[in-house]
């Protein structure tokens, strides 16, 4: 069985976030018998975001969760530093982690400068990754960097290598959609890309169909509440400002209710959404921005949520079998899928 494709707009070249022109994804991935952990670093485009920034927007759906940063960019709609993901208990390490590094092209920082508003969001990968070795420092930021390609590995890697969905390996996943807007003379894209963490097998939903009923008539289902999260981050280049892209956001959570989630108390459920087409150059004055008007905005609502559920399914076709701390494990789905009678 293949990853069905989700929805009926076609996906980019890649299928990936990275379809979305100037926007790059690296990995750092922790794999040493307890620890498995890791950073997963989402860069919008490759000049100074902290000169030049990028409207963005954030949606809390369910607020479990240990994020920094996001309290800024909800007062000021703009993104300045590139987006990492990683470990609960690592948000502080990538934190100064972000703030070194826009120092080092932005030496005034904090002196006749602003201050920077770094970004980390994070998933609690501790039943697979010993969270209380501290495993990931500042150094891993840097060596996700440094590997930044619009090749995007999806799967039990960087942050997601100790995720869990649906009681299954979860991780890293990534998708996207072309849509055309209006008359049609203008087609934009729209990328996804996922930390999953969360799910009780038994709700899980591939394409409209209720395969975690199957896979726990055939295996063990954890009876234990969920404790997970997801991480939802869009890019698009259509040129929106951040209270469309607040909207945009939004959307992300239909994509996620239809695999099975209904948010549950103990899950993160975040989503942000940035968009390339116009930078904000610091110290500007005016900004002169053009922007889609609000009633063409569906097309990229339906791909909103295409995406977002197409990147949780890659992450579950993608994502390999993994043994962490204490012997747990959590099987791929692929090997699940194996025990289903013919």
Same mark, same amino acid.
């Given at each position: 069985m293949d990853a069905p494709h989700i929805g009926r707009f076609a996906a980019g070249p890649r299928n990936s976030i990275a379809?979305?022109?100037?926007?790059? $994804?690296?990995?750092?991935?922790?794999?040493? @018998?307890?620890?498995? =952990?890791? $950073?997963?670093?989402?860069?919008?485009?490759? @000049?100074?975001?902290? =000169?030049?920034?990028?409207p963005a927007a954030a949606a809390v759906i369910n607020g479990f969760g240990k994020s920094a940063g996001l309290v800024q960019l909800e007062e000021l709609g703009t993104l300045e530093t590139p987006i990492a993901l990683t470990n609960t208990f690592a948000v502080g390490a990538i934190v100064t982690a972000q703030i070194r590094h826009a120092l080092q092209a932005n030496p005034e920082i904090g002196r006749s400068q602003p201050t920077v508003n770094p970004l980390v969001m994070e998933c609690n990968d501790g039943y697979l990754n010993d969270l209380h070795a501290f495993a990931v420092q500042e150094s891993h930021f840097g060596q996700a960097l440094a590997v930044l390609s619009s090749d995007v590995p999806q799967g039990a890697v960087g942050a997601g290598r100790g995720m869990s969905s649906f009681g299954m390996k979860g991780g890293i996943g990534t998708a996207s959609r072309r849509v055309a807007v209006g008359s049609g003379k203008d087609e934009f894209t729209l990328g996804a890309l996922v930390l999953s963490n969360f799910g009780k097998l038994h709700d899980l939903i591939l394409d409209g169909r209720p395969l975690g009923r199957e896979l726990a008539a055939v295996g063990a289902s954890d009876k234990a509440p969920e404790k997970g999260s997801i991480i939802m981050i869009l890019a698009t280049d259509a040129p929106l400002d951040a209270r469309q892209l607040k909207r945009l956001a939004t959307r992300a959570g239909a994509g996620l209710a239809r695999t099975g989630s209904a948010y549950g108390h103990g899950s993160g459920d975040i989503a942000l959404a940035f968009s390339t087409a116009q930078q904000i150059e610091a110290g500007s004055e005016c900004l002169n921005m053009a922007l889609l008007q609000d009633h063409l905005l569906d097309p990229l609502f339906h791909a909103a949520a295409d995406s977002v559920e197409q990147a949780i399914v890659n992450v579950l076709f993608a994502a390999q079998t993994v043994h962490g701390r204490d012997g747990h494990v959590r099987e791929c789905l692929r090997e699940r899928l194996a025990r289903l009678p013919s």
């Open positions: 379809d979305v022109d100037g926007v790059t $994804v690296g990995h750092c991935t922790l794999d040493n @018998g307890p620890v498995q =952990t890791g $950073v997963t670093v989402v860069s919008p485009h490759g @000049g100074n975001l902290f =000169t030049h920034k990028l």
